[in-house]
């Protein structure tokens, strides 16, 4: 399954959806925010108010992690700078990674991207190690990360343990007398019979939401990148037929049914699939009272 970065996600939007995006280096050192690509530089384009009013994005060399976002005020088109009045605490090093957007800015390709993740839904199975003798484990905080339980009682499909979670041949993966989740007021908990012995490993196979951290690094794992980028670029379109004329907004709201289409069909195809092992969860439990395990 790929790992998508976040930056890399915005990327693949901008010039594969969009098509509005430019990503490169600089290659001159200046001591304000003047970003210098000289291999933009084109003598065609002289009295044209090339890249005005675009969005850029700047990565220091040192720290890819964090970013500084401007909006170009001219384009000097002699020597490929972007001049933008806001002023750099250090120099803008020659080397560094920068983003060129003219439809959206980077930000707001961010939030179309959080906006599509925070929809999608994967099946995952999580594992965490057993407790000799607990019966009660905590699911709240377990997950963390990119994958959140949104609903415990119905997102959670399935419990149990593999005796051996080290053996290299057979797991020796072993269904539970009783699961069930448990809400409290402390917090979501999984209750299981009979208690567990040390040193096995307690799993549940569960419908989880997905989320993408607000780092330049920061990353997921999904079937299809596709799928995101999809459902990003409907949003992008719609927020753009928003600012455009009349006569651009018909075109871009054509892009966006095609974007929205093919984000719908993927979902289609990536939908996790529910199907519940009931054996034990209608059984009595062993060893705890009824009110122990939040039943009426």
Request: proline share 4%; aromatic share 8%; glycine share 8%.
């Amino acid at each position: 399954m790929p790992t998508l970065q976040r930056r890399q996600l915005r990327r693949d939007l901008g010039r594969e959806w969009l098509r509005d995006t430019i990503v490169s280096n600089t290659n001159r050192s200046q001591g304000v925010l003047h970003v210098i690509d000289t291999r933009l530089a084109d003598t065609t384009f002289t009295a044209e108010a090339l890249y005005t009013r675009n969005w850029g994005r700047l990565f220091h060399s040192t720290n890819v992690a964090t970013a500084c976002d401007f909006r170009v005020a001219t384009f000097n088109w002699a020597s490929g700078a972007f001049v933008s009045g806001a002023v750099e605490a250090t120099s803008v090093p020659s080397g560094a990674e920068y983003e060129m957007h003219k439809l959206l800015s980077p930000t707001d390709k961010d939030t179309a991207l959080d906006q599509t993740i925070r929809t999608l839904r994967v099946r995952r199975e999580i594992a965490f190690d057993s407790v000799d003798g607990l019966h009660i484990y905590s699911l709240t905080g377990l997950l963390g990360g990119a994958y959140v339980l949104t609903d415990p009682r119905t997102h959670v499909l399935n419990a149990y343990v593999y005796a051996d979670p080290t053996a290299s041949l057979n797991r020796a993966k072993r269904s539970l007398g009783h699961w069930a989740v448990v809400e409290t007021g402390s917090g979501t908990e999984l209750h299981v019979s009979p208690a567990l012995g040390a040193s096995q490993q307690l799993a549940i196979d569960a419908i989880l939401a997905v989320t993408l951290g607000a780092s330049e690094v920061a990353t997921i794992n999904l079937p299809d990148a596709e799928w995101v980028l999809a459902g990003a670029a409907a949003r992008s379109y719609w927020l753009i037929e928003q600012r455009a004329p009349g006569q651009e907004a018909e075109r871009y709201r054509e892009r966006r049914r095609e974007a929205a289409s093919r984000f719908t069909s993927l979902s289609a195809r990536h939908a996790p699939a529910i199907e519940r092992d009931l054996r034990g969860a209608f059984d009595d439990p062993v060893g705890i009272s009824p009110a122990g395990w939040g039943w009426e």
